[in-house]
C-alpha cells in the first residue's frame, strides 16, 4: 500500500483555481525589501510618502502543460513611479482580500534597484505559481 500520494493533473487544476480564482475574492500583489517566508513576514515596502501600493492581480485559470499545473497574471501588474526611494525590491507576494499571504518568491533575475522615478513591472504571465 503506498504510503505518498500525490495530486492528479486534474486536482492540481481544481486546486489552484479554487485558491486562485475565486469570484468572491480579489488578489494583491505586494512588493518585498526582505522577501517572506513561511514563517517570517518579510518586509513590505513602505507606503508613506512612497508612492508604492498593491496592486490588484488577476490569475488565468489553471492549465496543465509538459505536467506542470499551474495559474499565472493574465496582464502586466506595474508599481510606480516611486515617489521616493524603495530600496532594493527582492521578491513578492500574493494575498487575498482577507489579508492572507498565499504565495511569496524571490525575483528570478534577483532584486531590483528602486529608485525616485523608477517603476516595477511584473510582465503578463511572469508571475507564475504552479504544482506539480
Known amino acids: 500500500m503506498p504510503t505518498q500520494y500525490a495530486l492528479t493533473d486534474y486536482a492540481e ?5 479554487a ?7 480579489t488578489y494583491e500583489v505586494a512588493l518585498f525589501t526582505v522577501t517572506p ?7 513590505e515596502v513602505s507606503t508613506d510618502n512612497t508612492g508604492y501600493a498593491r496592486k490588484t492581480v488577476t490569475f488565468s485559470s489553471a ?6 499545473t499551474k495559474v499565472s497574471n493574465e496582464s502586466t501588474i ?3 513611479a516611486a515617489t521616493s526611494n524603495w530600496g532594493t525590491v527582492t521578491g513578492a507576494a500574493v494575498f487575498d ?3 492572507n499571504m498565499l504565495v511569496f518568491g524571490n525575483f528570478e533575475g534577483g532584486p531590483v534597484t528602486v529608485s525616485t522615478g523608477n517603476k516595477v513591472e511584473i510582465a503578463a504571465g511572469a508571475l507564475t505559481i504552479t504544482l506539480d
Do not use: I, P, Q, Y
Open 13 to 17: 487544476r481544481k486546486a489552484l483555481d
Open 19 to 25: 485558491v486562485f480564482n475565486d469570484s468572491a475574492r
Open 37 to 43: 517566508t513561511e514563517t517570517t513576514s518579510g518586509t
Open 63 to 68: 492549465a496543465t502543460v509538459s505536467s506542470t
Open 78 to 80: 506595474t508599481f510606480g
Open 97 to 99: 482580500d482577507d489579508g
